[in-house]
């Protein structure tokens, strides 16, 4: 016999910036999935949107964009999967053996709150073992999509909700997802890392290291823990089996994280040089979480090499990481400014 949680994400239009990344900034609704699951989502978002800011014309592809968002990266090394079915049939019930995505004005007859953009609700077994979770977008809210900063009506005057602009559906799905998944807001705990799963609204736009962090930890698989790259210089590596899946690679790569501070302006030469890793692979993140350069054999025969000018101030992540899934090996990762 399955009851209901109801896990609310109350998401006001608040816009919040992320600080440094950490390990320990996740938390769990306190369900998971069974080992094995295939998570079929059925998408019944109704008619067609128009076309959106980012060119999307239909809110099924905005589902879809989002579990494709969590399938390439924290769902690569754990024993779940996304899959989604656009314009399903069906009624947009509770507890029918389905898990269901669309609009409505209520949360199967209960009032959404004032600032709640989206709720889900999952069904479970005994032992907090997920059977079904269904997830409702209030359609009583202004919805676009596109990426970045959240959008700020410039016609109103300060942070009213006549200044408001719409709100990005993805970054909704994308956290209301990771509720499906069985993750929580961090914030409500005390927490402050970079995470799309804040209870607020914020400018993040994607599913960061946070949130794969989250996911690695739920199921029990080595997480990636971010190390600290300063001061320019030389570091030495080493990828094995106990590394984490490389977050922003296809396959189960195994990858090593650096994080440095970055001043707009600045030009960052990075370098990841071989030694017994047989062919390095450098992916660079920007201080929104999004891939801002990768490279494989910039560097002169194997070894990587990724230049760039640092466009914002904030934290960069380097992924180091082999071209093949069975790479393991020593490496040495040199940084330099200027």
């Not at 006001?12 to 069974?34: C, Q």
């Not at 990771?178 to 402050?192: E, F, S």
């Not at 030009?267 to 040089?273: A, E, L, Q, R």
């Amino acid at each position: 016999m399955s009851r209901r949680a109801w896990v609310l994400a109350v998401l006001t239009a608040v816009v919040v910036t992320g600080a440094t990344y950490s390990v320990k900034a996740f938390t769990f609704t306190g369900l998971r999935w069974p080992n094995g699951s295939v998570i079929s989502l059925k998408i019944k978002m109704g008619a067609g949107s128009g076309r959106l800011i980012d060119g999307k014309t239909h809110w099924d592809q905005t589902v879809v964009a989002s579990a494709t968002q969590w399938n390439s990266t924290a769902l690569k090394g754990v024993p779940i999967r996304l899959t989604t079915v656009r314009n399903a049939s069906g009624s947009k019930k509770g507890n029918d053996g389905r898990n269901s995505i669309f609009f409505a004005r209520t949360v199967f007859g209960r009032a959404f709150g004032a600032n709640t953009l989206g709720v889900t609700a999952p069904w479970f077994f005994a032992g907090n073992v997920t059977s079904e979770a269904d997830i409702v977008i209030n359609s009583k809210k202004n919805f676009n999509s596109y990426r970045g900063a959240r959008l700020i009506d410039t016609t109103g005057v300060g942070s009213t909700p006549a200044a408001r602009g719409p709100v990005d559906i993805m970054r909704v799905l994308i956290h209301e997802i990771g509720h499906l998944l069985g993750l929580n807001h961090p914030d409500q705990v005390g927490q402050r890392q970079a995470t799309i799963m804040k209870s607020s609204v914020s400018n993040t736009d994607r599913v960061l290291i946070d949130d794969i962090n989250g996911m690695y930890r739920l199921y029990r698989v080595p997480i990636c823990r971010v190390k600290a790259f300063n001061a320019p210089g030389a570091r030495n590596g080493n990828l094995t089996n106990t590394d984490c899946i490389a977050p922003h690679r296809p396959g189960t790569k195994r990858g090593d994280l650096y994080s440095f501070t970055g001043t707009a302006g600045q030009v960052h030469t990075i370098t990841m040089t071989r030694g017994t890793l047989a062919d390095p692979f450098l992916v660079v993140l920007g201080p929104n979480g999004g891939k801002l350069s990768q490279n494989n054999n910039g560097g002169g025969g194997k070894n990587a090499r990724v230049r760039f000018t640092a466009g914002t101030t904030g934290k960069y992540t380097i992924e180091a990481t082999a071209s093949a899934n069975t790479d393991r090996g020593t490496y040495t990762l040199r940084r330099t400014v200027g």
